[in-house]
C-alpha cells in the first residue's frame, strides 16, 4: 500500500481545462478605470485600480503585455505584474457571491371573503 496522498484536483483549474477558456487578449483603458480580460469565450471586466502597478502604469505600459502559454494568464514584464486566468475567475465568482440579491417581488394578498 502505496503511502502517497490523493492528488486533489484544483475545481477552477479543472472548470478552465474542461472548456478550454483561454485569455486572448487585454485592454487596459485608464480613462475608464477598466481592464478588460478578452477570452475565448467571452471577456472579463475589473476596475483597473484593483491592480496597484496596472493603475500607476502609463497607457504605453499598459499596451506591452505577454499571454502565457495557452493563454493560462497575462503578465507585463516591465512592471513585474503576473495575472492568472485562475485568479480572474475566482475573483469573479467571489464578486458574484457577494453581490446582493434582489428580493422576490411580492404579490398583493388577496381579501378573503
Known amino acids: 500500500m502505496s503511502n502517497r496522498k490523493p492528488i486533489i484536483q484544483d475545481p ?9 477558456v483561454r485569455i486572448t487578449a487585454v485592454h487596459a483603458i485608464k480613462e475608464a478605470n477598466l481592464l478588460l ?11 483597473l485600480d484593483s491592480f496597484k502597478r496596472l493603475a500607476k ?3 504605453a ?7 502565457l502559454p495557452d493563454g493560462a494568464g497575462v503578465e507585463w514584464p516591465e512592471l513585474d505584474e503576473h495575472l492568472s486566468l485562475r ?10 457571491l457577494r453581490r446582493p440579491t434582489r428580493p422576490a417581488p411580492r404579490r398583493p394578498k388577496r381579501a378573503v371573503a
Open 57 to 59: 502604469a502609463s497607457e
Open 61 to 67: 505600459q499598459l499596451s506591452r503585455y505577454e499571454l
Open 12 to 20: 477552477v483549474n479543472a472548470l478552465i481545462r474542461e472548456h478550454g
Open 37 to 47: 480580460v478578452m477570452l475565448n469565450s467571452g471577456r472579463l471586466e475589473f476596475p
Open 87 to 96: 485568479g480572474f475567475v475566482l475573483s469573479t465568482m467571489s464578486h458574484m
